[in-house]
């Protein structure tokens, strides 16, 4: 029934009912006065007829008058199916068409008085009065009954019924089509709106609607129109200044690394006499050192990062046999030791094998250090695609922190503002994945359990700008 | 909202056709017939009344208008008198008398009145007599007595 809620329907049942009704009362209205005037108007006449006849007949009837006489009468007033019955007052003429009620009436009140009654479906007129005398209107103590089939009267009636019928089937469609005409002029600009909407919806900021006539629809389009492109106005200048913003880091990354390659040369020269330098000099060298490290490990980090943000990340397959990458990964950090493997072998998918490296490094060297020992890396087929799991046995993440390990810069301990990482590890590691056209989850396990899955099949065409980048 | 179209259908449909209906009155009375006088002619043996659209006359007219016969138009309708044409009736307060005085003329004779008249001539006249005499005194006619010639008192309805 949900096709009923909608416009066309609505506006279609509502004229219909407006059409239907209009006619019908109009019919009704036409068919109740006909009868009324037909009736009413065979009725009349009847009577007046009656009338006539009895005074122009009787005229020469003398009273008192045998019954003989008033037969003859009566005989002489019966004009085509009319039935007349002149009696002596009181009298009860043998039809059962004059009712005791009308009979009643005509002796109680000097006038002419009907009734419509029904016998065998035929309606029948049936008058009665007391005749008074033409001379000084005194009571002749005659009554006379007429007692005439009304049969024409209902057929004509039945005819003006069946006029006022077959003029509302025409009336009805007419309304259908009208309603359907106005269902369509409505609906076709509320239509151009719902697909615009959509568009909009889309990422389509740049989506306009023709404004047609000066109705409230066509306000409406105009609205939409003035609303898309204030949207559009402010979504470009956020892009602008996200635009801006992502430059000017990336700009001071490489800005730092020049700097930087010249600290490094220094420590490196410094930590190499650290042994010589005495006790506080040689902890200061070796504290420079290693901030020096870590400043060059946060700047490539986020050049690494600016890169994908600037869509500038090259993604470079190859048909890589995923455990023997992983296990050539663990080796060369020296960790095969402390993880337990489970790498099924000719597990063969196109990626990036630095890439791979980047982000098994991450997330076994996340296990390593923030979680507890046994660190478990499997690799599994699933359907189309491969999952690389890395789960360590650890207290695991808590549940308000996990949607949020992928952000950049997020620390699941406030407290522990620095740690060794740079704060991009599982950002770059994700992107990665997300570069592949896989994804990196985090579950909770037992510890926490990261799920790296790539894609079997080579993404298809050009691996996007920007991937997992929001709209 | 919904219910008053039902309504409306419920009630052109309660209107189609030609239902019976209550009695209604319709003005005036008919109007009709004259008050006559009512003469007693026999129709087949018996004694029939039919009244004459004059009137309503005193018992010697209405005997007068009984002696002259039946119209023909009566005549047609098989009215017929058994009263002899040379008859001399005289009407008083309560009867009749036949008067045996000059010859009359009928038919071109002349002829001396009747003495004595048929039972069905005398129903005729009594009974005449009768209605007018009740008409007059607003009796019924069977209540009304009539002096025949011989001195009795009759009423209409013995010689039905």
Known sequence: ?471 | MRTWPLALLLAACAACGVGPSKVIGAGEPARGFVLGTPLYFVRLDRLVSISRPVGPLEAAEAVELLAEGPTSKEYDRNFDTRLPKNMAVRVNDDGFTLEKSAPMLVNGRWLSPVSRLSRMATGQLVCTIAAATAAKRGMDVDDVRVTVPDKRQVRCKDFS
């Open chain 1, 1 to 471: 029934m949900t096709w009923l809620r909608g416009l066309r329907a609505r506006l279609v049942i509502t004229f219909v009912l407006v059409g239907g009704l209009s006619v019908v009362g109009a019919a009704g209205l036409t068919y109740y006065k006909a009868q009324l005037n037909l009736l009413t108007g065979v009725q009349n006449r009847l009577l007046k007829d009656f009338r006539n006849r009895v005074l122009l007949l009787s005229r020469d009837v003398a009273l008192p008058a045998g019954d003989a006489e008033l037969a003859l009468l009566a005989e002489d007033l019966e004009v085509g199916d009319r039935k007349v019955y002149v009696v002596k007052d009181g009298a009860i003429p043998g039809d059962a068409r004059v009712t005791a009620e009308l009979r009643a009436r005509v002796l109680r009140r000097p006038e002419l008085a009907w009734q419509r009654v029904t016998r065998d479906g035929v309606p029948y007129l049936v008058g009665g009065s007391r005749v008074m005398l033409s001379a000084g209107g005194t009571p002749s103590g005659i009554t006379i009954y007429l007692v005439e089939s009304l049969e024409q009267a209902a057929s004509d009636q039945a005819a003006v019924l069946s006029a006022a019928q077959t003029a509302a089937l025409p009336a009805v469609l007419l309304a259908v089509l009208a309603g359907l005409l106005a269902a369509r002029g409505v609906l076709r600009p509320v239509a151009d709106l719902d697909r615009a909407a959509r568009r909009l919806g889309e990422g389509r900021l740049e989506t306009r609607l023709p404004v047609r006539g000066g109705d409230e629809l066509a306000r409406l389009a105009g609205r939409f129109n003035e609303t898309a492109a204030a949207l559009e106005r402010s979504v470009g200048e956020l892009r602008e200044m996200e635009a801006r913003s992502r430059r000017f880091v990336a700009d001071v990354s490489h800005e730092l690394r020049t700097p930087l390659a010249a600290a490094t040369a220094v420590t490196d020269v410094l930590e190499a006499g650290a042994d010589r330098l005495d006790a506080d000099a040689g902890t200061a060298a070796r504290l420079v050192t290693a901030e020096i490290t870590r400043l060059t490990k946060l700047v490539d980090d986020l050049m690494e990062i600016s890169r994908f943000d600037a869509g500038a990340a090259v993604l470079n397959l190859n048909e890589v046999d995923v455990g023997p990458a992983v296990a050539a990964c663990l080796r060369s950090r020296g960790w095969s030791s402390d993880v337990t493997v489970d790498l099924p072998p000719d597990i063969r998918v196109p990626l990036d094998p630095r890439r791979l490296d980047v982000i098994v490094a991450n997330l076994v060297g996340n296990a390593l250090r923030h979680g507890a020992p046994p660190v478990t890396v499997r690799v599994r087929v699933t359907g189309q695609a491969v999952a690389v799991e890395v789960a360590d046995h650890g207290p695991g993440l808590p549940a308000d922190v996990l949607p949020h390990v992928f952000e950049r810069f997020y620390k699941a301990d406030a407290a522990r503002a620095r740690s060794e990482g740079s704060g991009l590890g599982l950002a770059i590691a994700r992107e990665n994945a997300l570069l592949h056209g896989g994804d990196l989850t985090v579950a909770p396990g037992p510890g926490a359990v990261f799920t790296l899955t790539l894609p079997r099949t080579r993404p298809a065409g050009k691996a996007p700008a920007r991937p997992g980048r929001r709209p």
